[in-house]
């Protein structure tokens, strides 16, 4: 059946005329959703969130008044509701505070916030993707986030819940290109590594692996805004905090077992203490203890490690609610026979999809 998928694919050629034109067919894929925001208004949580910045703007507030706004609202929500300081601060400097019709803007930044960060991720040296393929990977990947969200409204048109989700969800995967970059550089010089680990750099080795002569040491920009986008994310969504603590704790202990540079592992279990540290701060809120009072008949308090089992177990019963055979389908052309990522796994065939 694999060999089936990739003949047929290989009838389309991954060259730069086709990749314009997969990028030509997106773009034009995202007019109707631009035009639509247009008409997107406030809404809900929006007034709550906004009126601080509201108020400093009508005070003749400056350049500064978004961080002092966003500021004001996350000392009062931490210590009156809501712990995530992160989508707090994020919530409070909506577009369209001055004038509505500005609110529109938000789906344009929640498409940006999707597709850069998905395009900076798949240029990753593990994926070993060329320019050409990245498209015909990534386009099709964008698709379907922005296709089949379990509400678009609340993903690209209302902006403070758009800002929750979207937002770090597209931070949450430059954070894990930067991580891929600072354990790439943690690399032992002259080792044989898996073939899916290596990348620019790398000669032929044995059938089982490739040999890495790259031995670049760890950017301290790139330890930088990993570290800092790992607390802002710790400080946002529980879903998007825990994975990412949880994503850092396997990181640490892949680096220890294969040996990667002291240096390397050092940071990151600097950067797991200080993610962890982030999501506790978020989840021991006052405001989160006092919410948990006035929800509690409609949201049944639980232990704080019965609370992360139940919250996978739901991810696995909305997984299987949200995917439907469309998902399916096209996930698996990705998967079989998409251009490079066959590539970047050295199929002992040599063959490629397109």
């Known amino acids: 059946m694999r060999q089936k998928f990739r003949k047929f694919f290989e009838s389309f050629p991954v060259n730069k005329a086709a990749a314009a034109c997969v990028t030509l067919m997106f773009a034009a894929y995202l007019i109707p959703l631009l035009v639509l925001s247009a008409h997107a208004r406030p809404f809900g949580d929006d007034f709550a969130f906004g009126w601080e910045l509201r108020t400093i703007i009508r005070g003749g507030g400056g350049l500064l008044s978004p961080i002092k706004a966003g500021i004001n609202n996350v000392i009062r929500y931490y210590n009156g509701w809501q712990g995530s300081f992160s989508t707090v601060f994020m919530g409070s400097i909506l577009p369209g505070v001055r004038n509505a019709k500005y609110y529109g ?21 593990v994926f070993s993707l060329k320019n050409t393929e990245i498209a015909f990977v990534g386009f099709p990947l964008l698709w379907l986030g922005i296709q089949f969200p379990p509400s678009v409204r609340e993903a690209f048109y209302w902006y403070n819940g758009a800002v929750m989700y979207t937002l770090f969800f597209g931070a949450t995967l430059i954070w894990l290109r930067l991580l891929l970059n600072i354990i790439n550089a943690g690399q032992p010089k002259n080792k044989t590594v898996p073939a899916f680990d290596a990348g620019p750099g790398s000669v032929a080795g044995s059938d089982s692996g490739v040999k890495n002569t790259a031995h670049k040491k760890m950017k301290p920009v790139d330890a930088v805004i990993c570290a800092l986008l790992g607390i802002f994310i710790s400080g946002g969504n529980y879903v998007s905090a825990l994975l990412t603590v949880i994503i850092a704790a396997i990181a640490f202990g892949s680096c220890i077992l294969l040996k990667r540079a002291r240096n390397t592992r050092i940071f990151l279990l600097i950067l797991f203490l200080l993610m962890l540290a982030g999501l506790m701060v978020s ?41 439907d055979w469309k998902i399916v389908v096209l996930a698996a052309r990705l998967l079989v026979c998409s251009p490079g990522l066959q590539n970047g796994a050295h199929s002992a065939s040599g063959s490629r999809c397109s």
Not at 105 to 125: D, G, H, K, Q, W
Not at 286 to 312: D, H, K, L
């Open 105 to 125: 803007f938000t789906t344009l930044i929640m498409l940006v916030s999707l597709i850069a960060p998905t395009f900076y991720l798949l240029r990753s040296r």
């Open 283 to 323: 989840a021991l809120a006052p405001g989160n203890a006092i919410r948990a009072v006035v929800r509690q008949a409609e949201e049944p308090q639980m232990a704080f490690i019965s609370t992360i089992i139940e919250s996978f177990k739901q991810a696995g019963k909305d997984i299987l609610t949200w995917t």
